[in-house]
């Protein structure tokens, strides 16, 4: 595994992604982030979406998952919570390049535990071992 990590770049048209400070400056806002084909979870601005897909699977909220959402290092430097940002905005933290190239960031893809949603988020899952199971829905 690299610890490369890199700070965001440009993001598609639609997608805001920005490096920003881990301290919460304004009341922490509640937003919701929809799975593309499974479900949604509930989040507030100040925690990782990896965090909030994680409880919203605990209670059932993301039945279309193929399987367990799975999970590694919960820093950014595995790769296996990658996701690709269709709409909305959030704030990111450093993530390995080793798992997400430039080239994939700006094309949304982004590591779930690396990212604070700043408004409701619509994202799709992109980790191998869920690939293998079953095909998500594509856009
Ligand atoms: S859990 Fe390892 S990169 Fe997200």
Request: hydrophobic share 35%; charged share 20%.
């Amino acid at each position: 595994m690299s610890d490369e990590t890199a700070s965001p770049s440009p993001s598609p048209t639609g997608i805001r992604g920005a490096a920003a400070p881990l301290a919460p400056s304004v009341e922490p806002r509640r937003v919701t982030i929809t799975v593309e084909g499974c479900g949604s979870a509930t989040a507030t601005s100040e925690e990782r979406v990896l965090v909030a897909l994680e409880r919203a699977q605990g209670f059932g909220r993301l039945k279309g998952l193929p399987r367990k959402l799975p999970v590694g290092c919960r820093r950014g430097g595995c790769g296996i919570c990658r996701v690709r940002i269709l709409d909305g905005e959030f704030r990111l933290t450093p993530m390995s390049r080793a798992h997400v190239s430039a080239a994939d960031e700006a094309g949304g893809v982004v590591l779930a535990c690396a990212i604070y949603a700043q408004s409701d988020l619509t994202l799709r899952l992109e980790t191998p071992s869920l690939g293998k199971t079953r095909s998500l829905p594509t856009n």
